[in-house]
């Protein structure tokens, strides 16, 4: 079974600040792992991903995320926001397998102040 | 990467009504995923719509209130049946790809009951 926890339901930053999103997992094999954003009234988009490649990974728009296996975390990063980043992430698990459904967390909203 | 055309992108509809979701999608994929997203929350998958079986639904979800179809490998339906408030959500249709890593989602259906 998988889960994710994601720790904070708002976060809120002044722009120019470094923004820390954060996103624990539970699975019971190798997962991969991935940040996707939703803006007001807009689709899912994908931030970024872990597959079992580097651990350090970049994603779009400046944001980076670290897999850090020995603390089931994959927290997301970005070293200054900007007023555009406020929006919805959630932070989403899946098993490696073709087809296994993903499983999203229950969402971090991100505000930010000028 | 796919893409995935939902419609309708939103409607409005009565209580005691159905209403039918499409989901086209621009590549032949075996699973689709469809997932509710209710206000202020996160995706909840409903099912996994296979080629050529039944769907697979979650705990939670019946076939009766919410029943599937797809007759192809780029196509499926989720209808809303026998609607009420409780059911007003975004619907969104997702898919991903032998040998990808990651989810792609459809725009999503806002659905409001009134």
């Known amino acids: 079974a998988q889960s994710v926890t994601q720790l904070d339901s708002h976060v809120s930053v002044s722009e120019g600040t470094p923004v820390l999103l954060r996103c624990n997992y539970s699975?019971?094999?190798?997962?991969?792992l991935f940040w996707y954003v939703q803006h007001p009234n807009k689709g899912l988009q994908l931030l970024l991903k872990?597959?079992?490649?580097?651990?350090l990974v970049k994603g779009i728009n400046g944001f980076e995320a670290e897999f850090k296996k020995s603390e089931t975390s994959f927290h997301l990063t970005k070293p200054s926001a900007h007023m555009s980043d406020a929006a919805e992430y959630f932070c989403?698990?899946?098993?490696?397998?073709?087809?296994?459904?993903?499983?999203f967390g229950p969402g971090t909203r991100l505000s930010v102040l000028p | 990467s796919a893409v995935i055309s939902q419609k309708p992108s939103r409607d409005i509809c009565q209580r005691g009504t159905s209403l039918t979701i499409q989901c086209q999608v621009d590549?032949?994929?075996?699973?689709m995923f469809w997932y509710r997203q209710q206000p202020g929350q996160s995706l909840t998958l409903i099912a996994t719509?296979?080629?050529?079986?039944?769907?697979?639904?979650e705990s939670g979800f019946v076939i009766d209130k919410f029943p599937i179809s797809r007759p192809n490998l780029t196509f499926s339906t989720l209808t809303v049946s026998n609607m009420s408030p409780e059911d007003s959500s975004i619907y969104l249709c997702?898919?991903?790809?032998?040998?990808?890593?990651?989810?792609?989602f459809g725009q999503g259906t806002r659905l409001t009951v009134v």
């Open positions: 997702s898919v991903d790809l032998p040998g990808g890593t990651e989810a792609f």
């Open positions: 699975s019971s094999y190798s997962p991969s």
């Open positions: 872990y597959t079992s490649a580097a651990t």
């Open positions: 989403v698990v899946s098993g490696r397998n073709y087809g296994q459904n993903f499983v």
């Open positions: 590549s032949q994929v075996t699973m």
């Open positions: 719509a296979n080629q050529g079986s039944e769907a697979t639904y």
